[in-house]
Every structure is written in structure tokens, then in C-alpha cells.
């Protein structure tokens, strides 16, 4: 049974930054990718960032140049670091790996406010 646990949200004032970290555990066959996605209230599950397990990675037009995604192959984890953050940003950030299934974290709080 594959489990991913997320840390790292929190509350923030506008400007700050956060670091999120998942890390995966079970049996995991094969690690395609991983990344974030995050969804605010009332509003629809969008994709943040995706670390591909070749290196690549990929980006919302929100995000780009704020945020870096980054992951360990041998560690089956991914970091986010978010800079910059925006009030915008606020919303329940999920982690999401793609193996030979599509799994998902429980979700962690991310507030910006001042």
C-alpha cells in the first residue's frame, strides 16, 4: 500500500515563503513523477508543479518563477519551495504521485495573510 505524507504548510504573511515536502512510502514499482497540486475554497483542484523522475519539470503560470519543485529518486520525495507568496496562494496543497497508479496525500493547509 503506497502512502504519501506531506509537511511544511502553514501560515504566512504575504512576501514569505514555505517549504512543502512529501515523501512517498510501500511498495512503489516504478516513480513516473510527483508534484502538487492545490485547491482553494469554492474553487477547482489545479495543478501547482511536477517534478518528472528524468528531471524535468513543469509549472502553473502562477507559480513559474516563485515556486520550485525539486525530487529524489532514491528517497521517492518531492519539495516544494514557494517564495513570494501571494494571498492567492492560500488553499489546501495535495501531493500527487504518478507510478503504475495515481496517488494522493491528505492535504496540507497552506494560509497567506497578514
Known amino acids: 500500500q503506497v502512502q504519501l505524507v506531506e509537511s511544511g504548510g502553514g501560515l504566512v504573511q504575504p512576501g514569505g515563503s514555505l517549504r512543502l515536502s512529501c515523501a512517498a512510502s510501500?511498495?512503489?514499482?516504478?516513480?513516473?513523477?510527483m508534484g502538487w497540486y492545490r485547491q482553494a475554497p469554492g474553487k477547482q483542484r489545479e495543478l501547482v508543479a511536477m517534478?518528472?523522475?528524468?528531471?524535468?519539470?513543469n509549472y502553473a503560470g502562477s507559480v513559474r518563477g516563485r515556486f520550485t519543485i525539486s525530487g529524489d529518486n532514491a528517497k521517492n520525495t518531492v519539495y516544494l519551495q514557494m517564495n513570494s507568496l501571494k494571498p492567492e496562494d492560500t488553499a489546501v496543497y495535495y501531493c500527487?504521485?504518478?507510478?503504475?497508479?495515481?496517488?494522493w496525500g491528505q492535504g496540507t493547509q497552506v494560509t497567506v495573510s497578514s
Open positions: 500527487n504521485m504518478k507510478s503504475r497508479g495515481d496517488y
Open positions: 517534478w518528472i523522475s528524468s528531471g524535468s519539470t
Open positions: 510501500g511498495v512503489i514499482s516504478r516513480l513516473n513523477a
